[in-house]
């Protein structure tokens, strides 16, 4: 065997793992809440811009479960390239958008790149670390990932801000340069991924097109038997229900209040830009933390606290009043967001083994995002016709619930021991 195609360290994926995190959201910082602000701007209204998040999740609760079951059976390489190939087309057709219709074909092309793009390099790296050390712990990996892709989306943000602010070309919006840059940054990290990414070949007795078809078909039955089956794991991906809806609030609905508090899209785009720079930092120094804190009390004890925590954090988003108020609030959700975010991740993994683990990912990023996508239909209007104010306490109250369901992970974490 030659240097070439030895097997990864646990160390050199990690280092991969990382790289490729960076370079996989450093563009989705760019434009961090320039995906509302742009549809709004180009006269569409908040309801019309909520829809279109949802057609997107709808199009990802869709094909989560084929497309785990093909990373699962085919590998995660060829979904991973896939994926990038599509976030460039996804990008220039929204950018170039200038009605419902076509932002509405975007995000479709948008919703089928994230349905790849969900999972397949987390299981790749997990899969290759205990290539190298069956007993390797894999949280610490998962926990430098969020703390790299926390600091990659505050570098974007605050660059997204900046271009923004600089404006250089007169004749574009200002809101559309972040866009251009985030695709160009897309592609290189496709190119990455085609280098980097390097997993050993899928059993031959598979290679054809339907026979292939039958493995990823049979992963995902027996995915979803797992879910009937496995409390745990039911519990897990049900926490996600409540999740998504806090996580509406302080995405999707933070860059539309802040417009309405400082008199415009383009200026809420320029402040918001350094706002979420800090808001990431914070993502990354709770996503560091939590990795520590685990350590001692446990994955499940610390997932459970930022959880409650950050529904808290949600619900003070929408009691506070002005500008400042929203943006501490909005800050202190990211920080908690951010140390629940490995800990549900390695608490997943547990319950998962190498032959399913992208199907699992799937199934707890299709509750997910389905949730979301049912939750932008009854958030968005409440915020039009009640406030904005009034859609994060709901959304933030509803969250803290989900915490219960990490209970039945906690009891086996004792278990175990």
Known sequence: MTAARAPLTLAAAERRLVLLTVTRWLPVGLVFGLTVLLP???????????????????????????????????????LLIAAGVLAVLSSLLFVTASGFWMFAAALVLQG?????????????????????????????????????????????????????????????????????????LTAGHTVLVAFLVREPPRPRDVSAGGRRAAGAHRVVLDGLRMLRTAPVLRSLVLVEVFWSVAMIAFETLTPVRLAA?????????????????????????????????????????????????????????????????????????????????PMHAALLHRQATGANRAVVLSMNSMVAGGSYSLGLLL????????????????????????????LPARRQERTAG
């Open 379 to 406: 958030l968005t209007p409440l915020a039009e016709a009640f406030g904005t104010g009034t859609a994060f306490v709901v959304a933030g109250s509803f969250s803290v619930v989900g915490a219960l369901l990490y």
């Open 40 to 78: 709004l701007e180009r006269g569409l209204g908040l309801t019309e811009v909520g829809t279109l998040l949802a057609v997107q999740g709808f199009v990802v609760l869709a094909l989560e479960l084929p497309t785990g079951g093909l990373a699962d059976s085919l590998g995660r390489r060829p």
């Open 112 to 184: 089928v790149f994230r349905a790849l793009d969900s999972g397949p390099l987390e299981a790749w790296f997990v899969d290759t670390a205990h290539t190298a050390d069956p007993a390797a712990p894999i949280e610490h990996g998962l926990s430098r990932a969020a703390t790299a892709l926390g600091v990659a989306i505050a570098g974007g943000a605050l660059a997204g801000g900046a271009l923004i602010a600089w404006h250089p070309v007169p004749g574009w919006s200002a809101l559309v340069l972040p866009f251009v840059v985030a695709t160009a």
């Open 261 to 341: 508090l400082v008199g415009g899209e383009d200026e809420a785009g320029a402040l918001y830009g350094p706002s979420a720079a800090a808001a990431w930092a914070l993502f990354a120094a709770g996503s560091a933390v939590a990795g520590l804190v685990s350590r001692r009390a446990g994955v499940s004890a610390t997932a459970i606290g930022a959880r409650i925590l950050n529904g808290l954090m949600v619900v003070a988003m929408g009691l506070v009043a002005g500008p400042v108020g929203l943006i501490a609030a909005f800050w202190l959700a990211y920080l908690t967001q951010g140390a629940a975010g």
